[in-house]
């Protein structure tokens, strides 16, 4: 099993739907969770980043974390077409310099 | 654009052979990270360079190589290569020595092909 476990889709919904994308992980040494975003033929960049449980919004996205289950979700509202990209979430323990574990990203596609 | 430079985009090669990837990290970034990313496994963490020093590792090949030189760009050697070394391969940087509130900033990518 992976320590981050990521649907790697494709996810494919029409503009304007809310979107919901997951990750579920085995280690509960981390603490900080992280989304980055990909489009194709480019670098990920981070999105947004939380520390520990509860939700976090930033415009039309919200990250939420669910320590107890392992779980955590990027929710997108009122997706658009520029949304369309890969979504890797990643996460790590806190302190020292730890790199990240990334899951595999999960393919959202957003048709008008 | 994030500031990271990556040459060369494209790389095919064949097997056996050995290549160079080079980074140029954000201006006034210290620390260099490559990464490798395929299909089935995902982006994985190779190898991080702070200030011209290893920092951390990752499930770096004994085949595969990095430095960091005094101007702060990377390179990644990669030698005896394999079919399954063809991926993506993605340099980043960041200000600080690394942690998770050292955000990251990744180049576009070399995608290497091994023929």
């Known amino acids: 099993q992976k320590e981050v476990e990521q649907d790697p889709g494709p996810l494919s919904v029409p503009e304007g739907a809310i979107v919901s994308l997951n990750c579920t992980y085995s280690?509960?040494?981390?603490?900080?969770f992280m989304w980055y975003r990909q489009y194709s033929r480019k670098g990920p960049e981070l999105l947004m980043y939380?520390?520990?449980?509860g939700n976090k919004e930033d415009g039309r996205f919200t990250a939420q974390v669910d320590k107890s289950s392992k779980y955590i979700s990027l929710f997108i509202r009122d997706s658009q077409p520029s949304d369309s990209a890969t979504y890797l979430c990643?996460?790590?323990?806190?302190?020292?310099?730890?790199?990240?574990?990334f899951g595999r990203g999960t393919s959202l596609i957003v048709h008008p | 654009d994030s500031g990271v430079t990556q040459t060369p985009k494209h790389l095919i090669t064949a097997t056996g052979q050995r290549v160079t990837l080079r980074c140029s990290p954000r201006?006034?970034?210290?620390?260099v990270y490559w990464y490798q990313q395929s299909l089935d496994q995902g982006l994985q963490f190779l190898i991080q360079?702070?200030?011209?020093?290893?920092?951390a590792k990752g499930n770096i090949l004994e085949r595969f190589s990095a430095q960091q030189f005094p101007d702060l760009h990377s390179e990644l050697n990669l030698s005896s290569l394999e079919l399954g070394d063809s991926a993506l391969y993605f340099c980043?940087?960041?200000?600080?020595?690394?942690?998770?509130?050292?955000?990251?900033?990744f180049g576009p990518g070399t995608r290497l092909t091994v023929l």
């Open positions: 280690n509960s040494a981390f603490q900080y």
């Open positions: 939380t520390y520990s449980s």
């Open positions: 201006s006034g970034d210290l620390s």
């Open positions: 360079y702070y200030n011209g020093e290893e920092r």
């Open positions: 990643a996460m790590s323990p806190p302190g020292g310099s730890y790199i990240p574990t």
């Open positions: 980043a940087s960041s200000v600080g020595a690394g942690g998770t509130t050292d955000t990251q900033y």
